[in-house]
């Protein structure tokens, strides 16, 4: 089964607009880590926020933030007041446990309209 | 501080030939992971070494991979002989974990992306 599904493979926005983009993970493990990943054209892969399984509230750094959704099972990623510079690939990912490898999702491509 | 470094950044190959990636983690991170992006999936999961000792390698597709972390700094990964399949880009990330825990990121390189001719 697929442990990260990301349903947008493309998706466009408006300069200044929010963008939510959706994540959603399957695991058994109660101890878990999701995570978010913007890799611009240039290929490197930037984090962007992290969430664990027992986190109370929503992560928020800037003008990411993760709309963590837990009996859903989702971590959808909103960005808030998009810029240009935001085009590019975003992955989804998961860490379970004491595992150290990543399960990525097939990502979502984001493009910023001027 | 210099990032995750990988080379070549592109390589283009024949089929049968040998091809030998190289990936310099962070200094002081030892925790090492190879990750590899085919055309149109997800990426998946190759190996991981702690220092110099494979944790996992329950990614490794086949035998034709190998990969070696002398000194538990630099890795490589060797793929002899190449096979058209085997093109993708192939990322490297290192992590240095303090405590057992799913929540510390890695930091990837940029990759290298590898043509199978």
């Known amino acids: 089964a697929q442990k990260i599904t990301q349903t947008q493979p493309g998706m466009f926005v408006q300069e200044k607009e929010a963008v939510t983009l959706d994540c959603t993970y399957d695991?058994?493990?109660?101890?878990?880590?999701l995570f978010w990943y913007k890799q611009p054209s240039s290929g490197e892969m930037i984090f962007l926020i992290y969430?664990?399984?027992?986190?109370?509230q929503n992560a928020t750094e800037g003008r990411y933030s993760l709309n963590f959704q837990k009996a859903r099972k989702s971590a959808n990623l909103v960005i808030s007041a998009s810029q240009l510079g935001d085009s590019a690939m975003y992955l989804c990912?998961?860490?379970?446990?004491?595992?150290?490898?990543?399960?990525f999702g097939s990502g979502t491509k984001l493009n910023v309209k001027p | 501080e210099a990032g995750v470094t990988q080379f070549p950044s592109h390589s283009v190959i024949e089929k049968g030939q040998t091809v030998t990636l190289r990936c310099d983690p962070i200094?002081?991170?030892?925790?090492l992971y190879w990750y590899r992006r085919v055309m149109g999936k997800e990426i998946k999961f190759l190996l991981h070494?702690?220092?110099?000792?494979?944790?996992?390698e329950s990614g490794m597709p086949n035998n034709r991979f190998l990969a070696e972390r002398t000194g538990g700094t630099y890795s490589t990964l060797k793929v002899q002989p190449a096979e058209l399949e085997d093109s993708g880009v192939y990322f490297c990330?290192?992590?240095?974990?303090?405590?057992?825990?799913?929540?510390?990121?890695?930091?990837f390189g940029q990759g290298t992306r590898l043509t199978v001719v």
């Open positions: 990330a290192s992590s240095q974990e303090r405590a057992r825990g799913p929540n510390t990121e890695a930091f």
């Open positions: 695991t058994s493990d109660p101890s878990y880590g």
């Open positions: 969430q664990g399984s027992y986190d109370q």
């Open positions: 990912a998961m860490r379970e446990g004491n595992f150290n490898k990543f399960y």
């Open positions: 200094s002081g991170h030892d925790n």
């Open positions: 070494f702690v220092k110099e000792s494979k944790q996992d």
